[in-house]
């Protein structure tokens, strides 16, 4: 067995990781034919090895050779990839217009990026995508599902699934008619290994002042909606998206309403209730709220996901703004107050959660005075509170957690873009003189790995 620094320059050396340039390759480098290298690693040292290169240069190390194209795109590796990326280190921010006719766009951005300068981050071209009408749903493994109004059919929708990174979209769902009042989410099924989106259809009688619901899941890549069983509580806030957690979908609900029209000034804090629908088996359960909130907040509570834990977020006799955490999706027990903070401390009128990173060490909230919509950064750490005026009062602007992946699992397909001009660059290069140059991150990445290689060849000779 090698060094580690042999095993270094094996794996930016010629032949590395399984990988032979083909002869048309080779022609272009070198006068007269050299012999074909042998691989000096084993295939499923090959896939361990890229399995820990961020997805970004991934999409590029496929255009290499066709035996890690072949590897790349395999789903199994897919999985293991999105497995082993980075959690929590990217956002989808999606910026939309307050008109009519106002189009939505997409920033992808790094958590790092967004916090140390949001403003430069939301105005600039790079990483900006338009969706012009279209809206963002949810994020999950990487897969963006978007939701397309019908022109002249203001209740209709069809859904698809969009991956940022590669510009693969898939197939349109077929067209789902809502009533008025309807409610979306979107989220991954394990069992079945699909992604689905579900329909809350909220029908008011305003002559007697009764309500019913009517739920449909569609499954991508199936040919159809299905009918469910009913929401088991009146959904409170019916225009915001069920969120998506260990595989079901959460709302907040009201239980024992009286009717479909009410006071929000008449319900009790024991009427409030999260209803959580399992992917898998399409069925209901709820989540009480946490047990520290003694009355009810001035306004209604708002639900959100970031970094795989789900928070509830309100306000507290209109003077302080509260954020709950679960840290153990389903034990109620597990709720921990995260944050109280003076609105008059923030100067503000109104917050609402934008972003929380991991362990609430920074807080990225909306903030609304008047006709002012701006962002706030809160370290708890230090009380330290920072306002950045970006958005006007015609734009506002929602978050979703990103986690870069490599494709469309189990989903064919429409629609392709690729970075023509890299794709050139790539086939005049030497692939193995291109590997010695890749960034720092992949370079790093394969650092990290030597002392993994090691053992693997070690028990390999064993």
Not at 82 to 96: G, T
Not at 180 to 185: E, I, L
Not at 230 to 253: H, K, Q, R, V
Not at 416 to 425: C, G, T, V
Request: net charge negative; glycine share 6%; aromatic share 10%.
């Amino acid at each position: 067995m090698g060094s580690s620094s042999e095993i270094r320059r094996n794996i930016a050396g010629q032949g590395v990781l399984g990988c032979n340039p083909t002869s048309e390759d080779m022609a272009a480098q070198h006068p007269t034919p050299p012999q074909t290298p042998q691989p000096l690693l084993f295939g499923e040292l090959v896939m361990e090895i890229l399995s820990w290169i961020p997805a970004k240069p991934l999409t590029r190390l496929k255009l290499v050779c066709k035996s890690w194209n072949s590897i790349i795109s395999n789903p199994h590796f897919v999985k293991l990839h999105l497995q082993r990326s980075p959690k929590n280190a990217n956002l989808l921010v999606m910026l939309r217009e307050i008109s009519p006719e106002g189009e939505v766009s997409v920033v992808l951005s790094s958590v790092e990026s967004f916090i140390r300068n949001p403003s430069s981050t939301l105005t600039a071209q790079d990483g900006c995508h338009s969706l012009g009408r279209g809206w963002v749903l949810g994020s999950c493994n990487g897969l963006v599902c978007i939701w397309d109004g019908i022109e002249d059919y203001p209740n209709d929708f069809e859904f698809h699934l969009w991956n940022p990174l590669t510009g693969f979209s898939s197939v349109k769902s077929p067209r789902l008619h809502v009533n008025k009042y309807a409610s979306f989410g979107f989220g991954y099924d394990e069992s079945s290994d699909g992604y689905k989106v579900a329909a809350v259809n909220l029908d008011i009688n305003y002559t007697d002042n009764s309500w019913e619901t009517t739920v449909e899941v569609y499954r991508f890549g199936s040919s159809s909606w299905r009918n469910i069983d009913s929401f088991p509580a009146f959904p409170l806030a019916i225009e915001e998206d069920g969120m998506y957690i260990g595989g079901t979908l959460n709302w907040l609900g009201l239980q024992n309403t009286q009717g479909g029209v009410y006071d929000w000034g008449a319900v009790t804090l024991d009427m409030l209730v999260i209803v959580s629908l399992e992917l898998k088996s399409e069925t209901y359960k709820q989540i009480q709220l946490p047990n520290g909130i003694d009355e009810l907040p001035s306004h209604k509570p708002s639900l959100n996901v970031w970094g795989n834990c789900l928070y509830l977020s309100h306000d507290y006799k209109k003077t302080h703004f509260i954020v709950w955490q679960m840290k153990e999706f389903g034990d109620e027990i597990s709720w921990t107050q995260m944050l109280k903070i003076s609105l008059q401390h923030i100067n503000v009128e109104l917050l609402f959660p934008l972003f929380i990173c991991e362990n609430g060490d920074i807080f990225v909230l909306g903030a609304s005075n008047g006709d002012i919509s701006k962002i706030v950064l809160y370290d708890p750490r230090v009380n330290n509170v920072e306002h950045i005026n970006i958005l006007d009062k015609n734009h506002f602007a929602i978050t979703n957690d990103y986690v870069e992946s490599l494709g469309l699992e189990n989903v064919t397909p429409m629609i392709a873009k690729i970075d023509q001009k890299s794709a050139i660059e790539l086939d005049c290069l030497n692939p193995m003189a291109w590997l010695q140059g890749m960034d720092s991150v992949v370079q790093e990445s394969l650092d990290h790995l030597v002392v993994q290689v090691e053992n693997i060849f070690v028990s390999y000779e064993k």
